[in-house]
T-cell receptor
Framework: GAVVSQHPSWVICKSGTSVKIECRSL??????MFWYRQFPKQSLMLMAT?????????EQGVEKDKFLINHASLTLSTLTVTSAHPEDSSFYIC??????????????FGPGTRLTVL | AQSVTQLGSHVSVSEGALVLLRCNYS??????LFWYVQYPNQGLQLLLK??????LVKGINGFEAEFKKSETSFHLTKPSAHMSDAAEYFC???????????FGTGTRLTVIP
């Protein structure tokens, strides 16, 4: 149990276009999901906390107008990179937090989405 | 505020040898501590975690870690390395609410045949 999926697994886009990444909790509900960014050979950096039914909370230095987050249901959060530029190329990973049961509060991670902006 | 330091960005061991990956943390509150493994182009998989109770924590794939408050450490060990253990390992700390995970910079483990 506690599986998180991401779609797409990889995407290549032209500079100036927008890209949407989906994060789904497949077998549990998650009022809170997290979006991380990972540069090559570096650690994960938290970008924002996605809350179902309310606005996302962004970390300092993350542009909320560039990285749009929508958490419209208890199993789906989306990250849209608007007007993407080459410096946005990165590995984006989401996680979903378990709300109840034995693994309460534990975060389960998706497999990641590799974005390449040409 | 919480932070994590992983000493050694790259560790190489021979197959069958002891694996030791170091992690030191800083936290202003009693921490929750985690070790995650990441295989190439994949997300993170939880190896083990410490919340409360027994300070020696056993995880999957034969890994274990010991929480040492006096040393602010949570080093990851495995008695005998397998080729399949080659991956990137991340130590992370969070507060009691596990609201945010703060990750270390990671340690790449190479297993030499």
């Amino acid at each position: 149990g506690a599986v998180v999926s991401q779609h797409p697994s990889w995407v290549i886009c032209k500079s100036g276009t927008s890209v949407k990444i989906e994060c789904r909790s497949l077998d549990f509900q998650a009022t809170t999901m997290f979006w991380y960014r990972q540069f090559p050979k570096q650690s994960l950096m938290l970008m924002a906390t996605s809350n179902e039914g309310s606005k996302a909370t962004y970390e300092q230095g993350v542009e909320k107008d560039k990285f749009l987050i929508n958490h419209a249901s208890l199993t789906l959060s989306t990250l849209t990179v608007t007007s993407a530029h080459p410096e946005d190329s990165s590995f984006y990973i989401c996680s979903a937090r378990v709300q109840s049961g034995e693994r309460y509060n534990e975060q389960f991670f998706g497999p990641g989405t590799r974005l390449t902006v040409l | 505020a919480q932070s994590v330091t992983q000493l050694g960005s790259h560790v190489s061991v021979s197959e069958g040898a002891l694996v030791l990956l170091r992690c030191n943390y800083s936290s202003s509150v009693p921490p929750y501590l985690f070790w995650y493994v990441q295989y190439p182009n994949q997300g993170l998989q939880l190896l083990l975690k410490y919340t409360t109770g027994a300070t020696l924590v056993k995880g999957i794939n034969g890994f274990e870690a010991e929480f040492k408050k006096s040393e602010t450490s949570f080093h990851l060990t495995k008695p005998s390395a397998h080729m399949s253990d080659a991956a990137e390992y991340f130590c992370a700390v969070s507060d009691l609410g596990a609201n945010n995970l703060f990750f270390g910079t990671g340690t790449r483990l190479t297993v030499i045949p």
